[in-house]
T-cell receptor
Framework: DGGITQSPKYLFRKEGQNVTLSCEQN?????MYWYRQDPGQGLRLIYY???????QKGDIAEGYSVSREKKESFPLTVTSAQKNPTAFYLC????????????FGDGTRLSIL | GENVEQHPSTLSVQEGDSAVIKCTYS??????FPWYKQELGKGPQLIID?????GEKKDQRIAVTLNKTAKHFSLHITETQPEDSAVYFC?????????????FGRGTSLIVHP
């Protein structure tokens, strides 16, 4: 059954700590995305990757980092430089041929201890 | 860049009524307009989409209309049911080759009262 898996579902971060959110897809999609969702806001783009070993900053990349070493994986690290990390984080993927829609995972909720 | 406005932010209807959510966009180059439904604690799920060469698309109780001249598109849900209660997002973007970076509306919380 193809899809996008995000883990963990809930994550807690201590002050000054980096944490990494996992996103894995078995849809054979080339493009992958990370979004941040806050209450009453739309989805804001953090980073995206169109192809392995390449990624681009989105609108709110400060305090975040990513890697794309494998087609199926696009982990997001929330660094200690991100001063307000409490949010719901969504990963998405998309095939790049034609007008294909994005497919989303079920998110990771990050909270500060 | 693209700017997407979505209204209303909250919509409350009785079961069986129709619901309409409207979005406007600014970039005339946008040519792909998906709608997503997000249930609590879940990721958004695509429910319907429309491309700029089509004015209307229907799938059972859900329809989307697009007015390219006015730069707005709307989601119509007929015969609403309690399970339609969720947050709905619109998005707009040009699709250029393989590149696709959508701009999302802020979402509409739909509440269907039984």
């Amino acid at each position: 059954d193809g899809g996008i898996t995000q883990s963990p579902k809930y994550l807690f971060r201590k002050e000054g700590q980096n944490v990494t959110l996992s996103c894995e897809q078995n849809l054979n999609h080339d493009a992958m995305y990370w979004y941040r969702q806050d209450p009453g806001q739309g989805l804001r783009l953090i980073y995206y990757s169109q192809i392995v070993n390449d990624f681009q900053k989105g609108d709110i990349a400060e305090g975040y980092s990513v890697s794309r070493e494998k087609k199926e994986s696009f982990p997001l690290t929330v660094t200690s430089a991100q001063k307000n990390p409490t949010a719901f984080y969504l990963c998405a993927s998309r095939g790049i041929m034609g007008n294909q829609p994005q497919h989303f995972g079920d998110g990771t909720r990050l909270s500060i201890l | 860049g693209e700017n997407v406005e979505q209204h209303p932010s909250t919509l409350s209807v009785q079961e069986g009524d129709s619901a309409v959510i409207k979005c406007t966009y600014s970039d005339s180059a946008s040519n792909y307009f998906p709608w997503y439904k997000q249930e609590l604690g879940k990721g958004p799920q695509l429910i319907i989409d429309i491309r700029s060469n089509v004015g209307e698309k229907k799938d059972q109780r859900i329809a989307v209309t697009l007015n390219k001249t006015a730069k707005h598109f709307s989601l119509h849900i007929t015969e609403t049911q309690p399970e339609d209660s969720a947050v709905y997002f619109c998005a707009a973007s040009p699709v250029t080759g393989g590149s696709y970076i959508p701009t999302f509306g802020r979402g509409t919380s739909l509440i269907v009262h039984p």
